[in-house]
Nanobody, 117 residues
Framework: QVQLVESGGGLVQPGGSLRLSCAASQFAFSTYTMRWYRQAPGKGREFVAT????????NYADSVKGRFTISRDNAKNTVNLQMNSLKPEDTAVYYC??????????WGQGTQVTVSS
C-alpha cells in the first residue's frame, strides 16, 4: 500500500522560498511517476509538477513554471518540490501523489503552504 508523508510547509512572505519533501514507503518507489498537486481554499485540486520514475523528465503547470523545481532521490525514496518567488496565490495545501505503471497509486495527507505578509 502506497504511503506518502509530506513535510516542509509553513508560512512564508511573498517572494520567499520553501522546500517541500515527500517521504515514500511500502511500494517500489523507483518505478513510480511522482507528482505534486495543490488545493487552495474553495477550489479544486490542481496539478503542479510531475517527474518520471527515473527523474529524466519533468513537467510543470504554467502557473509555477520557472519558479518551482521538482526532484527525486530514488535511493532515499523521496521527492521534493523547491518553491521560489512564492506568491499569495500559491497558498494551498500541497499533496504528493504516486502513480504506478499499472495506473494505481496513492496520496499523502498534504502540507499547508501559506504565502502572506
Amino acid at each position: 500500500q502506497v504511503q506518502l508523508v509530506e513535510s516542509g510547509g509553513g508560512l512564508v512572505q511573498p517572494g520567499g522560498s520553501l522546500r517541500l519533501s515527500c517521504a515514500a514507503s511500502q511500494f517500489a518507489f523507483s518505478t513510480y511517476t511522482m507528482r505534486w498537486y495543490r488545493q487552495a481554499p474553495g477550489k479544486g485540486r490542481e496539478f503542479v509538477a510531475t517527474i518520471t520514475s527515473t527523474g529524466d523528465r519533468t513537467n510543470y503547470a504554467d502557473s509555477v513554471k520557472g519558479r518551482f523545481t521538482i526532484s527525486r532521490d530514488n535511493a532515499k525514496n523521496t521527492v521534493n518540490l523547491q518553491m521560489n518567488s512564492l506568491k499569495p496565490e500559491d497558498t494551498a495545501v500541497y499533496y504528493c501523489n504516486a502513480l504506478g505503471p499499472d495506473g494505481l497509486g496513492g496520496w499523502g495527507q498534504g502540507t499547508q503552504v501559506t504565502v502572506s505578509s
